[in-house]
């Protein structure tokens, strides 16, 4: 049997120009490829492009249907994800912290109303769980900014 492995996510988007801007200084996404206008194609690592946008004119996502719940992005420390969360609410990017015992995660839309994570996993850290329960704790803005 073959093995797969999600290989990128595709996104329609209003505004492309926006849309690349948002992502290259949010999630430091390089853009490899763009047709102008229509398309454009990105990556943090060596793969061609780990998300694409396309320009699509369409109304924004409906909140909870059936489909696309959020789009993740890992983040190797505790330290990165203060300086992600950082980053966003200084710019005044609405955010919603959650603890989820076995990784912190930072959720917001992005221009279009896609909702987006930043994620850091923490099941090694102390207070850590090798497995999601099912609970959440808060997670205020004191305790992600004591890790940066």
Request: charged share 25%.
């Given at each position: 049997?073959?093995?797969?492995?999600?290989?990128?996510?595709?996104?329609?988007?209003?505004?492309?120009?926006?849309?690349?801007?948002?992502?290259?200084?949010?999630?430091?996404?390089?853009?490899?490829?763009?047709?102008?206008?229509?398309?454009?194609?990105?990556?943090?690592?060596?793969?061609?492009?780990?998300?694409?946008?396309?320009?699509?004119?369409?109304?924004?996502?409906?909140?909870?249907?059936?489909?696309?719940?959020?789009?993740?992005?890992?983040?190797?420390?505790k330290?990165?994800?203060?300086?992600?969360?950082?980053?966003?609410?200084?710019d005044?990017?609405?955010?919603?912290?959650?603890?989820h015992?076995?990784?912190?995660?930072?959720?917001?839309?992005?221009?279009?109303?896609?909702?987006?994570?930043?994620?850091?996993?923490?099941?090694?850290?102390?207070?850590?769980?090798?497995?999601?329960?099912?609970?959440?704790?808060?997670?205020?803005?004191?305790?992600?900014?004591?890790?940066?």
């Amino acid at each position: 049997m073959f093995r797969t492995r999600i290989g990128h996510a595709h996104l329609f988007v209003r505004d492309l120009a926006r849309s690349v801007a948002f992502y290259r200084r949010y999630f430091n996404l390089a853009v490899n490829e763009e047709i102008p206008g229509q398309t454009a194609f990105l990556s943090g690592g060596d793969a061609h492009h780990e998300l694409a946008l396309t320009v699509l004119e369409a109304p924004a996502p409906a909140e909870k249907q059936i489909g696309l719940f959020h789009l993740a992005f890992n983040v190797d420390s505790k330290a990165d994800f203060a300086e992600a969360y950082e980053r966003l609410h200084d710019d005044g990017v609405e955010l919603s912290p959650v603890d989820h015992v076995i990784g912190w995660g930072l959720y917001f839309p992005d221009p279009d109303g896609n909702l987006l994570e930043i994620y850091c996993d923490t099941r090694s850290a102390p207070d850590g769980r090798a497995y999601w329960e099912g609970k959440n704790r808060p997670l205020t803005q004191s305790t992600i900014m004591a890790a940066r």
